[in-house]
C-alpha cells in the first residue's frame, strides 16, 4: 500500500443535535486524486474544513504525513503542506493574472527558507508563477486583469494561485460549481495534467460526475455524514448502493460509459 499523506480516524463533528460528519475514517495516498461525493448535505464540506483546520472535530483525529494535526490551527496546517481553496475571495481584481499567481509564489517564499538561500529573483518569481498559469490554461490571459476574466476563469485563477503555494496536498470543494461546460471541459483537461505529472496529491469535492470520473484515481461517497463506499471510478460507478443512495438515473450516463472501464 503506498504512504497515506492524510488520514483521518472516527473524525466526528456535530452542530447542536446534527451529526454532519459521523464517524469518518479516510485514507488518502500521496500522489492521487482523490474525489469525495455525495448529495448536498453530505458532509464533504465539513470534511474538508476538519481536515483545512476551519473546524475542530466533536471527536477523532486527523494526521498528516503520519502526524496528528488534529487540533493545529489553519495557519500551521498550510504551513505543513495543505492548500486549500477559499473560493474566488483571495484574487485580487485589480491586478493582472500573472501579478495574483507571482504574489502567491513570493508568499511561499517568505515562508521556504530553501527558496531564500537560493536566492530567488524576480525572474524566478515570474517564471515560477507563468508555469502554475500554463498548467490551468491561462498563458493568454496572463496579462489581463483578474476581474475581467469569466467566472471560469476566476476559478482556474484559484487554482493557479493554490499550485503557485505548492502545497504537498490541495483540496478543491467544487472547482466547477457555476462554471459554464466549456470551461469544465478545460477544467477536466487541466487536472488530467496535473495529474499525470504525479507530484501532487489532491483531494477534490465535485458534484460533477463527468470530471470525478475522469480525473480521480480513488473515489469515496459519502451519504449523510457516513462514507457508503469507497473504490476506484470503475468500482463506484458499478456499486448499486451508490446508485440508489445518489447517483442512479441522474448520472446514468456518466456512469455505465465509467463502469464499462473508461478510466485506465
Ligand atoms: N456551520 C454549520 N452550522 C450548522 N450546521 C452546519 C454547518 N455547516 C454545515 N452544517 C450542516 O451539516 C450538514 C453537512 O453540510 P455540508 O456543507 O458539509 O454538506 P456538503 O456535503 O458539503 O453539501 P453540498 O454538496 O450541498 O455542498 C448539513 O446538514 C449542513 O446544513
Ligand atoms: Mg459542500
Known amino acids: 500500500m503506498a504512504e497515506a499523506i492524510l488520514e483521518c480516524r472516527n473524525l466526528r463533528k456535530e452542530f447542536g443535535g446534527l451529526v454532519a460528519v459521523n464517524d469518518v475514517s479516510l485514507r488518502v495516498e500521496r500522489g492521487r486524486v482523490h474525489s469525495i461525493i455525495g448529495p448536498n448535505g453530505a458532509g464533504k464540506t ?6 483545512s483546520g476551519i473546524y475542530k472535530p466533536t471527536r477523532g483525529e486527523v494526521l498528516f504525513k503520519g502526524q496528528p494535526i488534529t487540533h493545529l490551527p489553519l495557519h500551521r496546517r498550510a504551513h505543513l503542506g495543505i492548500g486549500r481553496s477559499f473560493q474566488i475571495t483571495n484574487i485580487f481584481p485589480n491586478l493582472t493574472v500573472l501579478e495574483n499567481v507571482r504574489l502567491a509564489v513570493q508568499a511561499r517564499s517568505k515562508v521556504n527558507f530553501n527558496m531564500l ?16 498559469i500554463h498548467q490551468v490554461g491561462l498563458t493568454p490571459v496572463a496579462s489581463t486583469l483578474a476581474s475581467a476574466l469569466p467566472h471560469g476563469g476566476k476559478r482556474k485563477l484559484e487554482l493557479a494561485i493554490l499550485l503557485a503555494g505548492a502545497p504537498e496536498l490541495l483540496i478543491l470543494d467544487e472547482p466547477t460549481a457555476g462554471v459554464a461546460s466549456e470551461q469544465v471541459r478545460e477544467m477536466i ?29 480513488y473515489i469515496t461517497v459519502m451519504h449523510l455524514g457516513s462514507v457508503l463506499a469507497e473504490g476506484t471510478p470503475a468500482e463506484i460507478a458499478a456499486n448499486k448502493a451508490v446508485q440508489s443512495a445518489y447517483l442512479g438515473e441522474l448520472y446514468s450516463d456518466v456512469m455505465d460509459k465509467a463502469a464499462g472501464g473508461a478510466h485506465e
Request: hydrophobic share 45%; proline share 0%; aromatic share 6%.
Open 46 to 51: 465539513t470534511l474538508m474544513n476538519l481536515i
Open 117 to 132: 538561500r537560493r536566492a530567488y529573483s524576480y525572474t524566478d518569481f515570474i517564471a515560477e508563477a507563468m508555469h502554475a
Open 189 to 217: 483537461e487541466n487536472l488530467s495534467h496535473i495529474r499525470a505529472q504525479g507530484d501532487r496529491t489532491i483531494i477534490i469535492v465535485e458534484h460533477n460526475m463527468n470530471l470525478v470520473m475522469n480525473v480521480s484515481d
